[in-house]
Every structure is written in C-alpha cells, then in structure tokens.
C-alpha cells in the first residue's frame, strides 16, 4: 500500500509534465472525486506549493493529505480560468471550496424576454435562456413587495395571469394576429382593470409599445427610480393641462408608488451612489456575508448569506468565492463593488463582471477599498449586519447545539475516550524568566465556558527561571490531590485535561499523575503552532483534528480562554508586585500613606509619570516623603530605561 510520503513523491513527479501556463486545476481523492478546484496564472507553480506545504493556509495539510490524483485545462488567459473555475465549481461543488452553507435556491424577479408580451414572475427556478433574471433576494417578502411596487409604476402582464397564459398558446400557435383584430370582443383581465396590466388580453396595446414598457420595467428594477419621477411628473403635468384628470390621477398613484418605495429604502449616501457593498464576519466553521445593493444613493436590497468556511479559509480565497457565486447568479451587476480588501484577482473579476454587465456605453465594473469616509462606513455596516446574519442563523438552526454536539463526539473518538468529555479542565503557565508565575484552570462544560468553576494557582515552586515543566507538576499534584477531588467546590472529576504546551507539558502531567497513582483521567497535550494533540497512547505522532472542524473549534477555544485567564492573572500580580516593590523601598511610606498616594494619582502608571511639585501638590503625604518617593521613582524609571 502506498504510503503518504510516497503518494507526494508520485504527484511530484507528475507535476513535472504540467506546463506553466494559465489555467484551471482539479485535485482528486482516491476515488476520483473533485474535491478542490482552483485557477492559476502558471499551473505548475502553484500546483507544487501544495505538494512542496508552500502555501500556509490551514486547510491545505488536509487537502493534501485526501489529494490523490490531479486534472487540469489550460486556457489562453486569467480571465478566461475565472469562467472555467467557476462552471467546474458549480459542475463539481468539491468539499474544499467555500460555498453558500444554505443549499438552496433563492427568489428572482424574472422578465420573460422570449416571449412577445414579456412576462413579470416571482421564481426560484434554475435560470433559463431567454429570461432575465433580477436578484437574488434573500428575503421573499420583498421580492414579492418589489414585483408590486413595479406594476404600479410600469403596467406589466404577470406570468400568473390566466389571460395572458392563453394568450401566449395563441401566440405559439402563430394565432397573435388573428387575437389582436378580435379587439372590441375581448374583455379586459383583472390586472388590466385596475391598471396593473397594459391591457394585452383586450388588444388595448402593440407589441412595440409593450416593449418599451418592459425596458422601463428592467430599468426600474436596476435601481433607476430618479428618471420616473421626473417623467411620471411631466406626464401628470401635460395630463392635467388637457384636462384629463382621470389620467392624471392614476400617474399620481404610480409616483406615490415610487416614493412610498423610496420611504422605505434608507438613502445613505449624499451622491448618486450605485454600487454593492460587501461585508464578512467570520468565526472558525463559517462565515456571514451580508450585501447593500446601493442605487441612486438608497438601499435598493440587502441580502444575506452563510457560507460553510469560516477562519480556516483566507480572507482573499473566502471573498473569491462568494464573488464567484453571487455574481453568477444576479444580472445587477454594478459599475463599483466596495469592499474591506481588494480581491488577489481584481483585474481577471472586474473583466468578468464588465463583460457580464455588457454596458452599451462600454463603462465598467470596478473594485473599491476603502480607507476612510462614507464607502468605510458602509462596509463597516455591512459588517455589522453580517454578524447579525450569523448570529439569526445560528439561533434558526440550533447552530451552537449541534456543533458541539459535534465536537463532543469528534473529540471522543479521536482521542479514544470512554465517552464525550461533558467536563474539559484546561491549564496554562504564564511566567516571565520564572518571577510571579501563575497557572489557570479553565473548565468547559458540556462545551460550554463555565466561569463558576474557573481557578487560578500562584506556583509556590522556587524557580531561578522559567521552568514550565516544574510549574505544571505542580499544578496537577494541587488540582489532582485526594483532597481537592473531594472537594465540591472544584466541581466533579474532568472527563478530559487538555495541557497548553504540547509534548512537554504532557510528559510533566504524566509524571506527575505517576507519582500520585492517578489513571481513572485522560490527558492530552495542545502544540500551540499546528494545534496538534499529543495523548499518551500514541507514539507515532499527534492526533490532528481536521481543519475547519467542530472539535478543533472547541479545542482552540478552550486554550485561547485558559491563555486569556493566565495572562490576566500573571500581569495583574506583576502590577501589584512592581508596584509594591518599588513603594516599599521609600522612608517613611507605610500601607496608608501608599493607599493614599495611589489613590490621588489613580494609577502606579500615573504615579512614576509625575514630577515633583505634582506629587507634592497631591497632598497625599508630607513634603518630606513626596520628595523621598519622587527620588525612588527617578531610580526605578533609569533601571527600567535601562533594561
């Protein structure tokens, strides 16, 4: 059987055959299934810094490790390998590429431009030629508010509409012109008596002029409202000179429309904004995306996503994907994206999406990254509200729940427990060069922080120099003593101690739990560089919980709080014994006065900071003393300088 080293050493090998030109990769597993596509200016290059662990993203040691086989297609551009990887990825949707975590279809507002008398429609279906399609909307509701909001302003037959289906099987049978000289004998559908329809069913409009109805309807829904205004109010104008008041009013009612529309569509930008505003929140297993699609200076539509990679996916490869995938599937393509960062392939996406926008004016579609002002804050809106998608998603879906559930059981058959830890103690020693080092218990309980059962050690071991292994030693003989077991106050017997430090520290709680004959609990040790687990029963190596994982989630959490908890304690008895140390040094200064001297300047910080007639002026202890103190702190701040 091929073993790991070896499967490399092959693909190497094959990769010498691979040209350097631009083009589209695929890995494969064993099986031969797709499970990551990506494009390349020189495809052998950056084929072999997955091979060669060249490229330091988080996923790719697991990637490498399923990858078992590799296709490619060269192509003549960047541009062109944009197009490719997106259609090999929506062909293929491999496990390593992000992707939206909701697999589901979302609402469009369609115009059926193959059709004679183009249809209006709410659809979720799989777009076809023929129709264009506006969106997506992540909210359905108003999607449905938009399609009625356009009727009222563009009279628009509706795909749902039973005189317009029998009119359209007409029209397929070529029978368009004999229905249309019916004219006088055809009876008005429901829509076209209250406005919302032209008045097709009744030969009451030509085909060209419900035309230009449909061009007013897609320039509505691009987000161009200014310019109906202005020529809804000229008509109502001209109407009313003419004495047709009846006329009037009903444009009256389409411009109420627009503006009862706009009421409801925040403006957030004094300029004639028109772009689409993207904002990422990201925790370890996925990821919000939330969009402000902004026209004329208002929020025309927002839209939310999740996608299913979160801080294991890079900044760069998480906003490639989403770009690829939403803008796949909306024809609102704007003249301007605002983003946090800048796309590593700007020039090969703004080509895409130019070519996509197919402006007649030949204008194009360009990326935006702000530093400052109005674009700044609004992608720092969107951000905000794509924490708040997370967090709505979360809630729906009882998100929390199962994923640690999850890594419960993730973590008990990967490190071969009796059952999943319900109860995690971590511990982690935070020193400097062996003075005031201290140790932090940190308990998890049902994978959950639960800060009741938190404690915090002073190592009492006499240490010269930082010497973790010691310090961890004892720790565990305190913590794991008879006595301190059967005490209630620090709550029941952990199903699993996790030890920040990896391989050492692992060895010293070994010893240690050796020498007290304690084996009824399971240790492991956490390597802080690759987040790898070192467990006693295994020699071969640590156990390495997949990227993006539940388990590993839970396992970083758990170490970053038992660090937080160390670092906290260690600086707050370092202040305090800098302090105390220094203070104790001056003639005449006894606890009271030392409060007292604290307390008017707030701080030791501000205290050493101060000059003479400051400290005099504090009234906080006679002259004599403040001049004393001042002398003692001009010493303490050279030594420090000096250091």
Not at 425 to 443: K, L, N, P, Q, R
């Amino acid at each position: 059987m091929e073993s790991s080293e070896q499967k490399i050493e092959r693909i190497k090998r094959q990769l010498t055959d691979v040209p350097t030109l631009p083009g589209v990769y695929l890995w494969k597993d064993k099986e031969g299934q797709v499970i990551y596509v990506g494009k390349a200016k020189q495809l052998r290059a950056r084929m072999r810094q997955y091979v060669n662990f060249q490229d330091d993203r988080a996923k790719i040691p697991l990637l490498v490790e399923a990858i078992d086989s590799f296709e490619y297609i060269v192509v003549e551009n960047e541009h062109e390998s944009l197009v490719l990887e997106k259609n090999l990825i929506n062909q293929y949707s491999p496990y390593f590429n992000a992707d939206f975590k909701d697999d589901k279809s979302y609402p469009f507002i369609a115009l059926t431009m193959g059709d004679v008398f183009p249809s209006i429609k709410y659809t979720r279906e799989k777009h076809r030629a023929g129709t264009r399609y506006f969106g997506p909307y992540t909210d359905s509701r108003s999607a449905r508010m938009m399609l009625d909001a356009v009727r009222r302003v563009v009279p628009i037959c509706a795909a749902s509409c039973a005189e317009w289906r029998r009119l359209n099987r007409k029209m397929q049978r070529g029978d368009a012109d004999a229905l249309l000289s019916e004219n006088g004998n055809l009876r008005p559908c429901f829509d076209a008596h209250v406005g919302l329809g032209p008045g097709v069913c009744c030969a009451q409009v030509t085909p060209e002029q419900y035309r230009e109805n449909v061009k007013r309807v897609a320039r509505f829904l691009d987000g161009h409202r200014d310019e109906f205004i202005e020529e809804l109010t000229s008509e109502m104008m001209a109407a009313a000179g003419e004495l047709d008041f009846e006329r009037a009013a009903r444009i009256k009612e389409r411009i109420e429309a627009i503006n009862a529309l706009s009421d409801k569509q925040h403006a957030v930008s004094a300029r004639s904004l028109n772009a689409d505003v993207i904002g990422f929140y990201r925790e370890e297993t996925i990821a919000g995306v939330h969009v402000f699609m902004i026209r004329e200076g208002r929020i025309m539509n927002s839209n939310e996503f999740v996608l299913n990679r979160g801080s294991d996916v890079p900044d760069d490869d998480l906003l490639h994907a989403f770009l690829l995938r939403y803008y796949d599937t909306t024809t609102s393509i704007p003249h301007e994206i605002v983003v946090r960062t800048l796309p590593e392939d700007e020039q090969a996406m703004g080509e895409w999406l130019t070519v996509k926008l197919a402006n007649v004016h030949g204008a194009k579609v360009r990326f935006t990254a702000p530093r400052k002002g109005e674009k700044l804050e609004l992608v720092q809106l969107a951000e905000k509200n794509a924490q708040h998608t997370l967090l709505r998603y979360k809630v729906r879906t009882n998100y929390e729940d199962k994923r640690v559930n999850d890594a419960l059981l993730q973590l008990e058959s990967a490190l071969a427990l009796d059952g999943p830890p319900h109860r995690i103690e971590c511990f982690d020693i935070s020193t400097i060069h062996g003075s005031y080092t201290v140790a932090s218990m940190v308990v998890f309980t049902n994978g959950r922080p639960d800060k009741n059962q938190y404690r915090r050690f002073k190592i009492k071991t006499p240490l010269d120099e930082a010497n973790d292994f010691l310090s961890m030693q004892e720790v565990m003989s305190r913590r794991y003593s008879d006595e301190r077991m059967a005490d209630e106050r620090f709550g029941s017997k952990p199903d699993l101690i996790i030890l920040d430090g990896g391989k050492p520290q692992l060895s010293a709680a070994m010893e240690m739990f050796e020498e007290m004959g304690r084996t009824d609990i399971a240790l492991c040790g956490l390597a802080k560089r690759d987040e790898e687990l070192f467990v006693p029963w295994q020699d071969s190596g640590p156990v390495v919980l997949p990227s993006g994982s539940a388990s590993l989630y839970l396992v970083k959490q758990v170490r970053d709080e038992a660090h937080r908890f160390a670092i906290t304690f260690h600086r707050q008895l370092r202040g305090k014994g800098m302090t105390a140390s220094v203070l104790d040094d001056v003639a005449g200064l006894g606890p009271v006065r030392k409060k007292a001297l604290l307390k008017a300047f707030k701080s030791f910080k501000n205290l050493k900071e101060a000059n003479l007639e400051e400290i005099i002026a504090s009234r906080a202890v006679p002259e004599e003393v403040a001049r004393e103190v001042f002398l003692v702190l001009q010493q303490y701040n050279r030594e420090r300088t000096n250091s």
